[in-house]
């Protein structure tokens, strides 16, 4: 995903929020991935570090490593070939401020093309008054983790190599409250090499997450 890294890192940079840090993974990229992203770390080198894998490592293990080293309150993952609206930080860190009781917040997304063209947008049900039976997790992408509240429930579980959303929201969801804003907080990129067009992928990772989860209901 070169081509797509310097928007998504850019769409970081401009945050109205600008208290942040971010952690750029190369997982093991066959494209010019790692050359633009030490490019970019070269240029703002007090906010970015970068970690190159040699080897494809996993989304678990990846997000498990920027948990036990970053520095931050909270955690949000970014994909490379999405990016964030300039207020997503400032909205979702104002939403967890407002209550130490809250553990996780999401928000709306945008559907765009490879080019970034605006296709529609994504809304989720309203947990408080819609959605009651708890089954509707948020996107693992752009959602903003308080990072005590996970490393208490041990991370992410890394024999899972797709939906971390999932995961977080049975984790998490009974020890500490969720909320989401009725806003679109990131645009989420649809293309040929998307994950998420790999349902087999998504289904065998949700399954495990499921089942692993009727495992410990009495």
């Not at 993974?25 to 490019?39: L, M, P, R, V």
């Not at 959303?165 to 909320?179: D, H, I, N, P, S």
Request: charged share 30%; net charge negative; aromatic share 10%.
């Amino acid at each position: 995903y070169g081509r797509f890294l310097r928007q998504a890192v850019e769409s970081v940079q401009r945050q109205l929020y600008a208290n942040w840090e971010m952690i750029i993974f190369d997982e093991a990229s066959d494209d010019d991935t790692y050359e633009i992203g030490k490019t970019l770390q070269r240029a703002d080198p007090r906010r970015i570090r970068l970690v190159h894998n040699e080897q494809p490592r996993g989304l678990q293990w990846i997000a498990n490593r920027a948990l036990e080293t970053a520095n931050g309150k909270y955690l949000v993952r970014l994909d490379a070939d999405d990016w964030l609206d300039e207020s997503a930080l400032l909205v979702m860190v104002a939403k967890l401020e407002s209550d130490d009781d809250l553990g996780l917040v999401y928000g709306n997304y945008y559907y765009t093309d490879a080019d970034g063209q605006i296709l529609g947008v994504e809304r989720g049900y309203d947990i408080d008054a819609e959605e009651r039976s708890g089954q509707l997790p948020p996107h693992g992408a752009c959602t903003m983790v308080r990072t005590r509240a996970l490393k208490a429930v041990g991370g992410y579980s890394e024999d899972i190599n797709a939906q971390d959303g999932w995961e977080l929201w049975f984790k998490l969801r009974r020890r500490v409250k969720a909320a989401n804003l009725d806003t679109p907080v990131f645009y989420y990129r649809q293309h040929s090499t998307s994950l998420s067009r790999d349902s087999q992928r998504l289904l065998t990772a949700r399954s495990k997450i499921l089942s692993r989860l009727s495992d410990r209901l009495e």
